[in-house]
């Protein structure tokens, strides 16, 4: 009976000592899975690095601090994370040395045992891409194999995850980089025809003022000096739109809001493009009680002058253009029409693209009036776009927000 107890005494601890080895086991692999689940979803370093000192530090009791390369190579704590423990330049020393020798060292370790902390290295696929420290509340929290095997595989997770975040940045650095590439060719392209067909007008007429002198009759004269105007408008139309977009690009375009009617707006609009628009008929219906908008003035006479312009390009002379205006809840919607052509199939929208200029339309514009027109309503919170209409001819909207209650005009005080 003796022998039959300490048998199965015996077993009895075994299969606990499993039973505890195979529960340790679940717990670690949990955790793990948890981690790498929240890295999946995570973007940016900042974030990764954020969940991988809570992950850690949860799961070995400690406190948790990932270093990361500078462009030099050295190391320092994650930007927009502060460090769970001091890092003195002993600690920042060990882990340099574990980034650039790609071993562990510090606590615990045979290199660098004096360190607070133990120090693993992360390395990606790539190489290193920083190094984690481990500060544990108790020397046991790291002791064993089977604790030092699991942080490993916390390392190399991180590693991973880091050096994801990495290659993301690089791809779209060099996203950036192709667009630019694109634009620059494209502006270029774009400006040396559209610039050098002015300026040849301007230099011709100028000569030929200054070369003719009095023999030029007065008539001519006139015409030439016509010429130079409209070529001058032209260039200065270009210039302003390369300035606008430039402007639009790099995030500076400011808003400033204020209640306006829209009456006004187009007025506005219609007054700077009078010359353009003499031959023209152009027809506005605007209801009386359409309500204020709070809106860019300046910005959306931009975008009207824009969508009247590209009217006038692409129609022949002496045909009508209709502006329509309506409001529908809390959205004021606007519409020019005109009666031209229209828009070739399925170009309705590449027309608000930077530099795109439809088919025929020679060397007129450089295809940036409708893509400034759809920045500034987008930055509205509004909407932009095309469609033909039956009757023939292209149909231009934009919609724009009105969520507020506009206010209450006071009427004017009459002379007594």
């Not at 270093?67 to 003195?88: K, N």
């Not at 192709?178 to 007008?201: C, F, I, K, M, Y």
């Not at 009217?311 to 009508?320: D, E, I, L, N, W």
């Amino acid at each position: 009976m003796l022998t039959v107890a300490l048998a199965i005494s015996g077993l009895t601890v075994r299969i606990r000592a499993q039973a505890d080895a195979a529960r340790d086991r679940e717990q670690r692999t949990a955790a793990l899975y948890a981690m790498s689940r929240e890295l999946a979803g995570t973007r940016g370093v900042d974030g990764l690095v954020a969940v991988v000192t809570r992950h850690i530090g949860e799961v070995f009791r400690s406190r948790v601090v990932v270093l990361l390369p500078d462009a030099s190579g050295h190391l320092g704590p994650a930007p927009g994370v502060p460090p769970a423990f001091p890092i003195d330049a002993n600690e920042q020393a060990v882990g340099q040395w574990v980034y650039e020798h790609r071993q562990p060292a510090g606590l615990g370790t045979s290199t660098l045992p004096g360190a607070a902390a133990l120090y693993l290295p992360l390395v990606g696929s790539r190489g290193p891409v920083g190094t984690l420290g481990i500060l544990p509340a108790s020397r046991q929290a790291i002791d064993t194999p089977e604790q030092r095997h699991q942080l490993e595989t916390f390392a190399n997770q991180t590693a991973l995850a880091l050096e994801r975040a990495q290659l993301a940045d690089e791809a779209e650095a060099a996203r950036v980089r192709v667009e630019t590439e694109q634009l620059r060719n494209s502006l270029l392209s774009s400006v040396s025809h559209d610039l050098r067909t002015p300026l040849a007008t301007i230099t011709g007429a100028a000569s030929t003022l200054l070369d003719g002198g009095d023999r030029v009759d007065a008539v001519t004269r006139r015409e030439l000096l016509e010429s130079i105007h409209e070529e001058a408008e032209r260039l200065n139309r270009l210039v302003q739109n390369l300035l606008e977009m430039t402007r639009l690009a790099s995030g500076a375009l400011s808003l400033r809001r204020e209640w306006h009617p829209l009456e006004e707006v187009v007025g506005a609009a219609l007054g700077r493009l009078g010359k353009r628009l003499a031959d023209r008929k152009v027809v506005t219906r605007i209801p009386d009680d359409l309500p204020l908008v709070q809106i860019d003035d300046v910005l959306i006479e931009q975008v009207l002058i824009n969508l009247l312009d590209n009217a006038v390009k692409h129609t022949r002379p002496g045909t009508p253009i209709m502006i329509v205006a309506t409001a529908s809840g809390d959205t004021v919607r606007v519409e020019v029409t005109d009666r031209g052509p229209g828009l070739p199939p399925g170009t309705e929208h590449d027309v608000f693209e930077k530099f795109w200029r439809g088919p025929g339309a020679g060397g007129r514009g450089a295809g940036l009036g409708l893509a400034i027109s759809k920045a500034i309503v987008q930055a509205h919170g509004g909407r932009i776009w095309a469609q033909n209409v039956p009757e023939g001819g292209a149909a231009f909207f934009f919609s724009l927000p009105n969520p507020e209650k506009p206010p209450a005009l006071v009427p004017e005080e009459k002379d007594r």
